[in-house]
């Protein structure tokens, strides 16, 4: 019998489940006093993030190890350290903690502030180029020392067979060991966010442009000071 073309055979569940898994979501920061619509928008940004991975785990199985940037200690308190980091990203892991999954050390503590010293010295805008330039030289050795730290510590605590969740802003430089296989959390809510972000700037960005502009033509109305006339000698 001829083999029937155009037909493709859906991979057995099964599959899936051998080896490790990462769900990788990424991780929104709110500011102090963030405006009203911006809450609103991460709160659903959020809540589809829950439905995603929700949706994984229930065709995968559930997540037994969550990993968090910028947390350093694992349990109870990292737990503590999530919460006081980022309350929408604690509300999302506590259901999972509370149904058994861990929550592990994913920095190094060392490293991780060694690393944000770089960076703060890097933000104060540095005048001299050969201060700027030694103080990038480490910044950039300690962060690529952090990320390999990270991607060891996932490897060390991700077990056989384990699935694990991954908050972490995106951008990340992280190499994940091979054989674990990352699904990335994508919601529509995460496009409406770097949008909203986006009209913000371009925003803001016109603004000052008016506010330029406007400057720049108050000055222009007013006519200089006429300098007093030197009295000719006689």
Known sequence: MAEELGRIEKPEVEKFREGRKLFFVPLVFAPPEPEAEFVEKVNAYWKEVDEHVKNLEAKLGAVSKIFHELVPAGGSEGSMVIQQLNSASYQFALPRIVKGAEVQ????????????????????????????????????????????????????????KEIGVLLMREGHRVQFPSDIEVFYVSPPGLDELKRWFRTREAELEAMMKEEFEDAAREAGAKKPEDKPEEKAKE
């Not at 005048?127 to 050795?141: A, D, R």
Request: with cysteine; proline share 0%; aromatic share 8%.
């Open 105 to 160: 050390a994913l920095e190094d503590t060392e490293l991780l502030t060694e690393f944000m010293d770089w960076s703060r010295c890097l933000s104060i805008g540095l005048q001299n180029q050969n201060v700027l330039s030694k103080i990038y030289e480490l910044y950039s050795e300690v962060h690529a020392k952090r990320n390999e730290a990270m991607a060891r510590n996932l490897d060390e605590a991700l077990q056989e």
